[in-house]
């Protein structure tokens, strides 16, 4: 007999998602698609099984879709230019510099001066096969670097033509607002599930609302743990990254678990699965989720969580299931306290 605890049994239907603004007119699909995993972290890799999935989500009305140099490195870009090349009017697309990154793919340490950003926005341009990006990040702020600085050169990339938008990710409140006087931001990127909501409270998510920045958010699915495709840690490769972090220690990830099976409880009331509840629950709090999959069936699980309304009685049923002192272990390898850039 199934377990409805282990195998959720219904699935909601998966119209395409609406379209929404970020910031500084850039729209989106509501739910977008994360593609690190298809090339990087999670284990073996297969690039036909990517491809079709990528295409797949665009059929889907997936059209948001996230990368970043960082991912292969460079392999993750490009794939996507390889698999979306003929459809690139049709996707927006998201890319990331700022971990300097030799053209052999050695990695050094952070790098926002205006020069390593030149030069690695037009090597992306390169591996996505394309002329511009819709959406280029400065995947971390470079403490050595003033962010005005950082985003002064990326805003020459936008007066280049070479970048439509531009956007930060894991920044403080105060970096966001020294950011945007410089140049407009379309987003800020940062984890937020119902595993990680500390940025609802540090003053990230606030101060992008207060200046009309979209607000993106990876990991929407606490890193696999709020799906059924995580039920156990021999469910993940060995050579798995998540595999290091706190919160899959087998302790920890036995506790997250049991969270997990609340909001699996709660899903089931409403016809639908954990994770589309828990990128509901993203959407409510007004960000688009980039969760990320290499299977087609899980894109269209995922969109139709764009379908799902989460009534007030929904959204506490869940705070009581799910309250963040209860989640065990960081979300990463160490602790960043609140307001810093990460």
């Known amino acids: ?202 003053g990230e998510k606030a101060v992008t609302d207060e200046l009309g920045i979209g607000f993106v958010a990876f990991s929407p699915l606490g890193r696999g743990v709020l799906t059924s495709s995580v039920r156990s840690l021999d469910d993940l490769a060995p050579d798995d990254a998540r595999r290091g972090l706190p919160r899959f220690q087998p302790e920890a990830f036995a506790a997250n678990l049991r969270l997990a099976d609340r909001v699996r409880e709660i899903a089931a009331a409403k016809g639908a699965t954990e994770a589309q509840v828990a990128l509901a629950w993203v959407v409510a709090h007004g960000a688009v989720p980039i969760p990320g999959t290499r299977r087609p069936e899980r894109v269209d699980e995922n969109a139709g969580a764009a379908a799902l309304e989460l009534t007030a009685d929904d959204l506490r049923r869940l705070a009581d299931a799910v309250p963040e002192a209860q989640v065990a272990g960081h979300r990463d390898h160490a602790p960043t306290p609140d307001g810093q850039d990460r």
């Open 1 to 202: 007999m199934t377990n409805p605890m282990t195998h959720p049994t219904s699935v909601r239907p998966t119209p395409r998602p609406p379209v929404v603004a970020l910031g500084d007119g850039l729209h989106v699909s509501a739910i977008g698609l994360g593609a690190m995993g298809m090339s990087a972290f999670y284990g073996p890799t297969d690039a036909a099984d990517a491809i079709a999935t990528l295409r797949h989500a665009v059929d889907a009305g997936v059209t948001f879709v996230d990368t970043a140099e960082a991912y292969g490195p460079f392999e993750n870009e490009k794939l996507i230019g390889r698999a979306l090349g003929d459809r690139r009017d049709e996707i927006v697309l998201a890319t990331k510099a700022s971990a300097e990154t030799d053209d052999d793919g050695t990695v050094h340490g952070r790098n926002g001066t205006p020069e390593y950003l030149r030069r690695a926005a037009d090597r992306s341009l390169r591996h996505l096969g394309t002329d511009v990006i819709d959406l280029y990040y400065l995947h971390r702020a470079d403490p050595a670097v003033p962010i005005e600085e950082s985003v002064g050169a990326m805003a020459e990339l936008v007066a280049a033509g070479k970048v439509r938008h531009i956007g930060l990710s894991e920044v403080s409140a105060d970096t966001i607002r020294r950011a945007h006087a410089v140049h407009p931001l379309a987003a800020v990127q940062s984890e937020l599930s119902l595993f990680s909501p500390d940025v609802l409270r540090n």
